[in-house]
């Protein structure tokens, strides 16, 4: 079974709550946790794999090959972020092939005019909702299993009634996921909740523009994938300055080693004991 089939699956079966992994690391601790899905964002690839912020500097091929990461090393499927498809509809049309062939489960791609820019940011530029569909198109031609996910920034850009149209434009079009990224207020999620048709997911990203809500209560707006794209970055991220703090002035870790991962415990997530058993000579 395809990894598209087991998020169709996932979806048919109930509402899905993805937070996001930035890492095969951070995938494989999520997964622990018990989640059914995994959210990979282009922010987490910019910030913690290139030390970049996230305004279109991360292409087609470090953004495949770093999902393919992710894919490898859990079981559960993977939702990737593609940025703007890379492209006209040419470009969004490998773009969908390259993600397939790193195995992701569904593929981002949003209306916006490149160099995009994370949708939390001020700046951003859209193309048309017309080359949006004709990306649409191209993209759902081309995919074998994957989902195809349609994200509209033009909340921040054109208006709320503009995002509406063009989310239902792209439902219209095919899109199996649709995603109005950074709405600022609750009565504004609530109104995408009930005039947008179509599969309906929502970003709750900590500390930025969109309100915080539990996930029961985005369920209750007609919402039904959650992801949590920046939540483990922001956290690890938060972890290390902590750590540079205290070694810096106090010259150890002594203070705080209670507070890490232990050695062993990070093996036994690693797997080392079944890989070393594939090394033991045999008879």
Excluded at 40 to 69: F, N, Q
Excluded at 217 to 245: C, K, N, Q, W
Aim: net charge negative; glycine share 8%; aromatic share 6%.
């Amino acid at each position: 079974m395809g990894q598209g089939t087991a998020l169709r699956n996932l979806l048919a079966a109930g509402p899905v709550l993805a937070p996001g992994a930035y890492d095969a690391l951070s995938a494989k601790l999520l997964e622990r946790a018990g989640f059914s899905a995994l959210y990979r964002g282009g922010y987490s690839v910019a910030a913690s794999r290139y030390g970049l912020p996230d305004i279109g500097l991360v292409g087609r091929e470090e953004m495949a090959e770093h999902a393919r990461t992710i894919v490898d090393a859990v079981r559960v499927p993977v939702l990737a972020d593609a940025d703007d498809g890379y492209g006209g509809p040419a470009g969004a049309a490998r773009t969908v092939q390259r993600f397939e062939q790193a195995g992701v489960a569904a593929i981002q791609i949003e209306d916006q005019l490149a160099p995009k820019r994370c949708g939390h940011l001020d700046g951003k530029r859209l193309i048309s909702a017309d080359e949006m569909l004709e990306k649409l198109a191209a993209a759902l031609a081309v995919r074998r299993d994957a989902l195809i996910i349609a994200r509209t920034d033009a909340v921040a850009v054109e208006g709320l009634d503009a995002a509406i149209e063009r989310a239902n434009r792209y439902a219209a079009a095919g899109a199996d996921l649709i995603f109005v990224d950074a709405p600022r207020t609750v009565p504004e999620l609530e109104r995408i909740g009930r005039e947008v048709d179509g599969v309906l997911m929502v970003c709750m990203a900590e500390n930025e523009l969109t309100p915080l809500l539990p996930f029961d209560e985005l369920i209750g707006m007609g919402y039904r994938v959650v992801i949590h794209p920046s939540a483990a970055l922001f956290t690890a991220a938060a972890a290390v300055a902590h750590l540079a703090d205290v070694l810096a002035r106090e010259k150890t870790t002594l203070r705080i080693a209670h507070e890490m991962f232990a050695f062993k415990e990070l093996n036994a997530l690693l797997e080392l004991d079944a890989w070393q058993r594939l090394d033991r000579p045999v008879g």
